[in-house]
């Protein structure tokens, strides 16, 4: 079965850092680009990076460009999200979603951030 | 950046009857539009891909049309579980960009 498991997510104070995981199961994850998209509560979703299948290319969407840090480790079938400079409009859900073809067919369960002092 | 725009914000249907839910782009995205499902809890989940394309395992009553700046998911005849809210993206350009959602209701 092919499944996304993130973790990492809790209460951190404003400024402060987070590093988040997906762990991947069921499919050759070398072979894929992922990206992490977040929901604040109550809203609709934001894409937040992606990382192709070798770490060749990254994007990042503005709202994080310079304080978050995509990477994978193909070796352990694991992604990451390295959240540094948290702002309380960091709090969301946060999604991993692996790519094929530039669609996000598959969603992890998400794991939550809350940014607040 | 694309701005997709969603509407109606919400959609009030009864069982059976057809949902018809629109999405626009701020500028051509070609045919690269994707739908997506979510429930409440729940991640998304995709349904359509490539404006008119099926994802696996999703009903034939869910159909999706359109080109360039504008489309619209089809749900032809509303079962219990398709009460959700459902989000337009593209992913023609970077940033990948998502409409704000339409909550499908019951009616």
């Known amino acids: 079965e092919v499944q996304l498991v993130e973790s990492g997510g809790g209460l951190v104070k404003p400024g402060g850092s987070l590093r988040l995981s997906c762990a991947a199961s069921g499919f050759t994850f070398s072979s894929y680009s992922m990206n992490w998209v977040r929901q604040a509560p109550g809203k609709g979703l934001e894409w937040v990076s992606s990382i192709s299948s070798s770490s060749s290319y990254i994007y990042y969407a503005d709202s994080v460009k310079g304080r978050f840090t995509i990477s994978r480790d193909n070796a352990k079938n694991s992604l990451y999200l390295q959240m540094n400079s948290l702002r309380a409009e960091d709090t969301a859900v946060y999604y991993c979603?692996?790519?094929?073809?530039?669609?996000?067919?598959?969603w992890g369960q998400g794991t939550t951030v809350t940014v607040s002092s | 950046e694309i701005v997709m725009t969603q509407s109606p914000a919400t959609l009030s249907v009864s069982p059976g009857e057809r949902a018809t839910l629109s999405c626009r782009a701020s500028?051509?995205?070609?045919?690269?539009l994707a739908w997506y499902q979510q429930k409440p809890g729940q991640a998304p989940r995709l349904l359509i891909y490539?404006?008119?394309t099926r994802a696996t395992g999703i009903p034939a009553r869910f159909s999706g049309s359109g080109s360039g700046t504008e489309f619209t998911l089809t749900i032809s005849s509303l079962q219990s579980e398709d009460f959700a809210v459902y989000y337009c993206?593209?992913?023609?350009?970077?940033?990948?960009?998502f409409g704000q959602g339409t909550k499908v209701e019951i009616k």
């Open positions: 500028q051509s995205v070609s045919s690269n």
């Open positions: 979603a692996r790519e094929l073809g530039r669609v996000l067919d598959v």
């Open positions: 993206q593209q992913y023609n350009n970077w940033p990948f960009t």
């Open positions: 490539g404006a008119s």
